[in-house]
Every structure is written in structure tokens, then in C-alpha cells.
């Protein structure tokens, strides 16, 4: 195979060794590349293409998530929960609020999670600190389901990685805390 032009994906068979020969009649003559502006084009297109797929595939998880701990937050709901979770919450160097992220990403997803964690104001350590939390312990209800078809008990294993996730935050809160 020989390669023709700036398209990577551009190529044709390797001409034969000897004179060249014509083309034979009713052959299609061989089409020019398409050159860098072509490629570039193309490439652009399904770059765009796919960086807004991506986006509205994280916007309609993250805007509503954002969106109901504001309500919450207004309703008194999240200062209830505050009150609640502030013990546990404590131990790893956060918020009571932030039990709310917590639990959206513990039962949703990490985006979700990541839209109800930008309501509330936590500084850059406290939002590590969450973060490790919710990506060791995220979508616990899909995944458990998934393992128990897969012969697991997900329910224990959805409570090993909360508590692991618990851990690894407390101990990510205490080494920052020595820096």
C-alpha cells in the first residue's frame, strides 16, 4: 500500500514494478487526495460533533442535580441533612451539606454528584476529599445490581466500597491536614 496525501486514511495499492502503463478503459482514474484543509474539516466536524454529544450527555445530569440542591437548600432540607451528617461528616474535614453530593453520587452518579457539589462552597481540599468518597463509592444501586447478576453479593460489596471510600477520604483529609 502506498500512502497519497495528508489523509492518513488516503491509501491505494502500490503501483507494479516497470513502465507505466494507461490506466484500462472504463477503469476509474485514481481521485486526488484530499488535502490538509479537507482532513482538517472532516476531523473538526466529528471533533465538534462529539464534544457536544458529551456535553448535553453531562448538562442533563449535572443542571438537574445542580438544580434540586438548590431547591433543597432553600426548602431547609439540606441544613436538616447538615444537622444530621455533621458527626460523620466531621471526621473526614467537611460540611454536614456535604452528605448531600455524598449521597447523590453514592446512589446516582459521579456527575451528578459533581453538579450538587458546585451549590454548595467548599474549598479546594474539602472537594478532594469528597471526590475520593464518591469515586470509590458511585452508583452503588447499578453496580450492585450488576454484580448480583454476576454471582456477587452486591450488597456487600456496595457496603465495602462506602466504607473503604469513608477511609481513603479521612486519611486523604488527615495527610492534608499535615501539609
Same mark, same amino acid.
Given at each position: 500500500m502506498e500512502y497519497t496525501g495528508d489523509d492518513p486514511t488516503s491509501v491505494r495499492p502500490a503501483a507494479a514494478p516497470g513502465p507505466p502503463s494507461a490506466a484500462p478503459s472504463g477503469a476509474p482514474s485514481p481521485q486526488p487526495a484530499p488535502g490538509l484543509g479537507g482532513g482538517l474539516r472532516r476531523d473538526l466536524r466529528i471533533g465538534v460533533k462529539a464534544g457536544l454529544q458529551t456535553f448535553w450527555e453531562l448538562a442533563r445530569v449535572m443542571i438537574p442535580a445542580y438544580g434540586a440542591t438548590l431547591v433543597l437548600e432553600r426548602l431547609g432540607v439540606i441544613q436538616w441533612l447538615a444537622q444530621l451528617a455533621r458527626p460523620l461528616m466531621s471526621l473526614l474535614g467537611l460540611p454536614g451539606d456535604a452528605a448531600v453530593p455524598?449521597?447523590?453520587?453514592?446512589?446516582?452518579?459521579?456527575?451528578?454528584?459533581?453538579?450538587?457539589?458546585?451549590?454548595?462552597?467548599?474549598?479546594?481540599?474539602?472537594?478532594?476529599?469528597?471526590?475520593?468518597?464518591?469515586?470509590?463509592? #458511585?452508583?452503588?444501586?447499578?453496580?450492585?445490581?450488576?454484580? #448480583?447478576?454476576? &454471582?456477587?453479593? &452486591?450488597?456487600?460489596?456496595?457496603?465495602?466500597?462506602?466504607?473503604? &471510600?469513608?477511609?481513603?477520604?479521612?486519611v486523604a483529609n488527615l495527610l492534608m491536614g499535615l501539609f
Open positions: 455524598l449521597m447523590v453520587g453514592y446512589v446516582l452518579n459521579i456527575y451528578a454528584a459533581v453538579g450538587a457539589m458546585q451549590a454548595l462552597d467548599l474549598s479546594a481540599q474539602q472537594i478532594t476529599v469528597l471526590a475520593i468518597a464518591i469515586l470509590i463509592g #458511585h452508583n452503588l444501586l447499578v453496580e450492585g445490581a450488576v454484580l #448480583h447478576k454476576a &454471582g456477587m453479593n &452486591g450488597f456487600a460489596f456496595g457496603v465495602l466500597r462506602v466504607v473503604a &471510600g469513608l477511609a481513603a477520604a479521612a
